[in-house]
């Protein structure tokens, strides 16, 4: 693939059909591909990135291993993600996300730091995980800070909602697990309320969850707290 290949095929985020529309729980801003961006895109696509197809990854081809398999939706800058994984190497991470800058961050960092237990994708999550990701496959999924849409008329924009959350459920293998992180109350609360009523899904915990030793905090994070804005875990399991 050539690099005019591989700049075309990175401005191709979500799949189009006619004049069709959907919410979307994102908006995009800035969507430039500038000189360095595309020395990044050009030096380390190729090995820790991969698109969009539609046809079920083999996820043994994509890492050259069979370990287990992690999803985080929306992974901003991705500091957390490149420390996930070095925290817990026993585990292969995808990585979902629109924006170009957080994009284009983290794949340089896991180029630069040769973390080979990360791929990323920039899509819309929704597509990849409908024609990309097999039913009873995924170890886990990760949602950390998701954004809150903070206006009651942009709720219906918020990525989790009693149908996702099914469509999630689904994507599961048997004991593995669902893990949001946020500083929005109300956004936690929600989810949790709605999440007692998914038949697929169990809270171990009966509400919140303790905080994991292998999830860093990010400067979003560290912000929120500096806010006083209660940080709300959420951790569901597949029966």
Known sequence: ???????????????????????????????????????????????????????????????????????EIGFGMGDTTSEIAIRRPECNYIGIEVFLHGFVNLLEDLGKRNI??????????????????????????HIFFPDPWQKKRHHKRRLMNPAFLHFLATKLRKGGYIYMVTDWEEYAEEVLGFSAEESLLDNPFGGYAPPVTWRPVTKFEQKGMDKEHAISEIWLERR
């Open 116 to 141: 080979d237990n990360v791929k990323i994708i920039r899509f819309n999550a929704v597509d990849v995980l409908e024609h990309m990701i097999a039913d009873g496959s995924v170890e886990g999924f």
């Open 1 to 71: 693939m050539t690099d005019e290949d591989l700049f075309k095929r990175i401005d191709e985020i979500e799949i189009r059909k006619g004049k069709e529309r959907t919410i979307k729980s994102y908006v995009l801003r800035n969507n430039v591909l500038s000189d360095r961006y595309k020395k990044v895109i050009s030096d380390y696509m190729p090995s820790h990135g991969f698109f969009f197809e539609d046809k079920i990854l083999d996820y043994e081809s994509l890492f050259g291993n069979p370990n287990p398999v992690v999803i």
